[in-house]
């Protein structure tokens, strides 16, 4: 196998639902434009409150993908 | 818009059954006691275990609120 | 009661469903030849994709457990 | 000189002029409410964007203060 | 067992004498405004010099106790 | 509102000035191709000397824009 | 001297009396399994408070042995 | 010399043979679409192992070019 | 294809000839005792100096294997 | 070019004024005494306060020289 | 009062006895060699172990002291 | 054997060759004009790059040493 370099970006997901909602929400848009997405890293996990309840989830990732 | 103060607080919120519960009850009773919760944080995830299994998750927060 | 001594090992759980079962798995497969599991502390959250998902989350743990 | 007791609070200072007046405005804040204030020491610079430049910088400070 | 919140504050204890009694100071201090104080850890150990001696130590710990 | 989804970019900024204007420069360069720019955080300040004076500001920040 | 392979492993002492003592504890429960300890190093002084007092010590330690 | 502005992107290299290879390989890649390269710095150096030996190193690099 | 576990281990390999053979020789080591060894990442790279050179480099590696 | 060796030195300039002059002062200082001082880094930035306002900046500083 | 600077070193006490006496010799040695010594900060406590127990401490202090 | 005390410098060694070569030159250079080198931590390996190739590593290092 020859060696590979790949790319790490980092983006955000945001979602009402749930944590996994965002980190796949995330993943989703970056696969629009981005081929060959590998891997995955969560890095902050964040939110913002209303009503004394979260409202919004953001998760922070770098995401990973083979440069052709 | 006039230039605001936040304060943040550190939290830790507690949940047998999961993390996401655990997030929302800490931030529930924050918000019992401080108005304007704004946004969180997750720092730290932690859990006891008992009998080989999670029996209660512990959620880390620092959470950010407008200073009157 | 007297002083203990605990022992923290590290493993990483992976689960095609989500970052709970991620976490589930790894301590029951560690609680079947570690007595006396007390804790555990999650380190890192990553994850392949593939076409554009979540294909397997891997969880990484500190798990603390009582020397006898 | 008797042994004193510090407590350390975490802070947000907002400026749409400059870093130090987020500083500035966030310490004349906290005195307001808080005596005895010691020490500051910087977080976090941030800020947000608008058309192309700063439109106000957050600045997160951790101040100390003697606990009477 | 009902789900707890608790709260974390920091603080600094302060002794001419050891890193223990510095610690001590500062429990002892901080629980006599809150109750249900449960566990601490130390962050940072300083303090200040005369005369080639340590004259004082500093240490900074974060405190947690039941929200109620 | 919908779910949306960041990206941030890591950009240094320099400046012979002050460290202002070295974040101002590379927000302002980075609007020149990023549409949607909403935040950015400081991650390190360094600089050159020259004949015992800073001649040059090196502020490395990482900017976050809305991904259409 | 031929090249030696060492193995670090991460354990917690505690002690009602001092973080000597936990430290003492654990290195002296550790050598009772492992032969050929070597060094350790302290990564987090935590305990426990009861009464507005210390009730015991916890130090996290990484302590290195030679691999036969 | 005019206020220049710098992007550092994130990179993966990887060799079957050495760290500096996968250092290489992964700068000789990236400088095919990218002009102006001046620095790097390593952040994580990991690899594969099978049957005992390293298989592959990887090399995650930041990278940092003038934008024009 | 099933969930797997895996596990960490902590090792330090020790060469007097270069970093990548104190990488090799703890590999090599820690796979006389564990099957199944699948990725490593270095942690620290230290060494002992004599007579104004290297003598001896040491190696902290994290090693991964699959949990049976 | 031949190779050179730089050594870096860690420093703490004041100033009631700025974070600025804080740096500053503390490069016109070292440049006293070291020669072909030629970058500098940022580590903290700290202060104390009195009556509610800034009273003293303290930054600390790496900065590096050429070993003649 | 006039802007002062000042300078940081790090050095390592040892002891046989206690991490308080490898402080304490580490202060007082730089204290023979620099004036105006004025605080430390405590970054590693480590040690070496021989037959199951503690045979030297080894504290890693910075320790700051004003520039003339 | 007495208690001993070191100090720790922090270096930076460049080499147009690899990092070995880097960490070598400034280990040579350090033990010219200290004495009494004992061991070597490296902290961060960078480089330029000029025409798509690594042109100068640079290592940066702590080297601690006895004080006399």
């Given at each position: 196998?020859?060696?590979?370099?790949?790319?790490?970006?980092?983006?955000?997901?945001?979602?009402e639902v749930s944590i996994s909602k965002a980190i796949?929400?995330?993943?989703?848009?970056?696969?629009?434009?981005?081929?060959?997405?590998?891997?995955?890293?969560?890095?902050?996990?964040?939110?913002?409150?209303?009503?004394?309840?979260?409202?919004?989830?953001?998760?922070?990732?770098?995401?990973?993908?083979?440069?052709?």
């Amino acid at each position: 196998m020859p060696d590979s370099t790949y790319k790490i970006v980092e983006i955000v997901g945001t979602s009402e639902v749930s944590i996994s909602k965002a980190i796949d929400g995330a993943i989703a848009k970056a696969s629009g434009s981005l081929r060959h997405l590998g891997w995955f890293e969560v890095g902050q996990i964040r939110g913002n409150i209303a009503d004394g309840k979260v409202n919004r989830y953001q998760v922070t990732l770098k995401v990973g993908f083979t440069l052709e």
